[in-house]
Every structure is written in structure tokens, then in C-alpha cells.
């Protein structure tokens, strides 16, 4: 339901594409409140999901958890006649299932493999996916980090666009791309991301896959305070929301996909959740991936920042490791008048 349409505020956006340069005053005119795409919005909102992840198969089939939904890595599951299929497919029967691809590489140089394209949909089809996501991106992680001053420019909004294109041609639904996590701002970009992000799904009908803690690890390396960043986001494009966990190496925020979430990306939870409407959301833990139940009680910790939250759902786990190491980045950012 739309009961106002946020109004952009240009000189501000323009502002978040450079470092340090940021203004304090709010990037709307008025707060939008939950709406979505006429084009997303069949894309349900599923609860609070995990990974599905290998360590997990046997308990999930013979213990059916009550978890909301799954998120599935397709690359996992695409052999045609594997056991890891076979478990994809017996999940999908009891849960909403998402797959979110690493391969399409919509930002490379090379086109998207058409071999890849046809099995992604083919699974996609089995497991009636609610929808397909990938990351904003070549298809080699380290090449993300290294191009993100390219991705911010007309140009490359132009090659990205006309291959989203293709891509939900090949796919027949629309894509949901995901905010890169970048280890340093770009003084040359043309466009913030948010702008980026916000012309690419006018221009093409895509979703928006909105990763927090990348949000928060891009902001403080690249020197823009993510409430301003949060308040350009497109918000009737979000489908989905990532949460995950970061580490400060010393010069810089990285999102490890390890470890609990730092309560510094709750917060910036908190007002994405509301402000998307309460889109479905999804905890990324991928190194040291503990037991099930630890799992899904770290993504039940987004609970105590819904409304009528309370810090007792926090309660579940225990303390954050590496809770310092974030109030250390941002301590040291600080200096650099970014908080
Ligand atoms: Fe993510």
C-alpha cells in the first residue's frame, strides 16, 4: 500500500558518491511507507531464513525445524542426478526456497553463460523458487572489490542494465541483485550506488537483494554515513534483506559471511526491515558453519529490532565474537567525520 511516493532529493545523492561529503539532512522528502514493485509484487514476504547448507541435510529431513524458509546456493545443486538435488528438491516440498546464484557475473566482461543460464532455470522451475538472486558483480568476488569505481558510471549502468535484460529472458522472471560489500570508495564515480542501484531497477524491473552489512562495511570504507545511504535505497524494489557478519581488519570493514552479526548492522536492520515493508530476510554464515539451531537462533535475533522487539529476543545467544572490533572501526572512522 502506498501512502507516498518518496520524492529524491538529487543534490544529496549526489553528495553519498563521494568520500566524506556527506550532508545530514534526509534524502526524501517524505518517508515512503511499505510498497512494492508492481512488477515484484507477487514476491512474498517469507519470514527469517537460513542457508541451506550440507552439514544440515540429515536434521532438516528428519526433523523438519520450524524455520520460515531456505535460502539455496544453486552452484550446490545444479548436478542432475546428486543427492544435494535430490535433499533441494524434498525441502522445497515443506519450505519456501530462494536460490542465490554467485555465477551469473552481471557486471563481468563475459556474458553470462547461456549453459548455466538454462540448468539455473531448469532447477528453478523443480524447486518453484520463489525467486533467483545474484550479487551486483563479475563473478570472481576479489574482481567485485577491485572494479566497484567502475560499476558507478553511465556506462557501466548501461552494460549492466542490458544485461539484466537478457538475463530474465533466459531466466522468464525478474532478477533480484544484491549491494556489493566494497573495500573502498571511489573518488571518480559518477553516480552513488544507491542511485546505481535505483536507475538499474527502473530501467529493467529487477529486485533489489539488500545486504546491511555490506551497506555497512561500504559506507565505512568508503567514508558515507549508511543512514544516507539507507535513505536512498529504492525501497519498493527490496525483496529480500541480507544480514551477516563483518570483522575489522585494522584498515578496513570485511564481510566475512563468519561469526554472529554485529549489533551496529541490527540497527541498520531495524530501519531497513521497516522500511522495505518487512521483506524477507536471510542470515549469511558460510566459514564455520555452526549447528543448525545456533543458526537460526542468530537470525531470530532480528526479532528484538521488529517493532515490539525487545532486547530479551537477544538473549538467545551469546556474546557476539568480535563484538569490539566494529566499535573499533567505527571509533577510528569517526576521526575521519564519517559518523
Ligand atoms: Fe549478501
Known amino acids: 500500500m502506498l501512502a507516498g511516493r518518496a520524492v529524491p532529493n538529487r543534490d544529496l545523492d549526489k553528495s553519498l558518491g563521494r568520500r566524506g561529503n556527506v ?114 558483480g563479475p563473478r570472481d568476488r576479489l574482481a567485485a572489490d577491485e572494479t566497484r569505481v567502475a560499476f558507478l558510471d553511465e556506462d557501466l549502468l548501461a552494460r549492466t542494465c542490458a544485461r539484466v535484460r537478457r538475463v530474465q529472458d533466459a531466466l522468464e522472471r525478474p532478477l533480484v541483485l544484491e ?63 541480507h544480514v551477516g557478519g563483518l570483522e575489522w581488519s585494522g584498515r578496513q570493514v570485511v564481510d566475512t559471511h563468519e561469526g554472529p552479526v554485529d549489533v551496529a548492522v541490527w540497527e541498520l536492520f531495524r530501519t531497513a526491515w521497516r522500511r522495505s515493508g518487512g521483506a524477507s530476510t536471510s542470515l549469511e554464515w558460510d566459514g564455520a558453519v555452526p549447528a543448525l539451531p545456533r543458526l537460526h537462533a542468530e537470525v531470530l535475533r532480528a526479532r528484538a529490532y521488529m517493532p515490539g522487539g525487545s532486547a530479551s529476543d537477544e538473549g538467545l545467544v551469546e556474546r557476539r565474537r568480535g563484538e569490539g572490533d566494529l566499535v573499533a572501526a567505527q571509533a577510528h572512522l569517526a576521526t575521519k567525520s564519517v559518523l
Not at 63 to 82: K, M, R, S, V, Y
Not at 224 to 239: G, H, I, K, M, T
Request: proline share 8%; glycine share 6%.
Open 179 to 241: 549491494n556489493p560489500s566494497s573495500v573502498a570508495g571511489s573518488q571518480q564515480a559518477t553516480m552513488s550506488e544507491p542511485e546505481f542501484l535505483r536507475c538499474l531497477c527502473e530501467e529493467t524491473d529487477c529486485g533489489l537483494l539488500l545486504d546491511v552489512a555490506n551497506v555497512y562495511a561500504s559506507c565505512l570504507n568508503g567514508g558515507v554515513d549508511p543512514r544516507l545511504y539507507l535513505d536512498a535505497v529504492p525501497w519498493e524494489r527490496v525483496v529480500q534483506l
Open 23 to 136: 550532508e545530514s539532512k534526509p534524502l526524501f522528502l517524505t518517508v515512503p511507507e511499505p510498497w512494492r514493485s508492481p512488477a515484484l509484487a507477487e514476491f512474498p514476504s517469507l519470514g527469517l531464513g537460513v542457508a541451506l547448507r550440507e552439514p544440515h541435510f540429515e536434521q532438516i529431513l528428519t526433523q523438519w525445524p520450524a524455520i520460515d524458509w531456505f535460502e539455496a546456493t544453486p552452484e550446490n545443486h545444479l548436478g542432475p542426478a546428486t543427492v544435494a538435488r535430490a535433499v533441494l528438491r524434498r525441502v522445497a516440498e515443506r519450505y519456501p526456497v530462494a536460490l542465490h546464484s554467485v555465477s551469473i557475473g552481471i557486471s563481468g566482461l563475459a556474458e553470462p553463460r547461456r549453459t548455466y543460464l538454462q540448468a539455473l532455470k531448469q532447477l528453478a522451475d523443480e524447486v518453484k523458487a520463489v525467486w533467483i538472486s545474484d550479487h551486483l
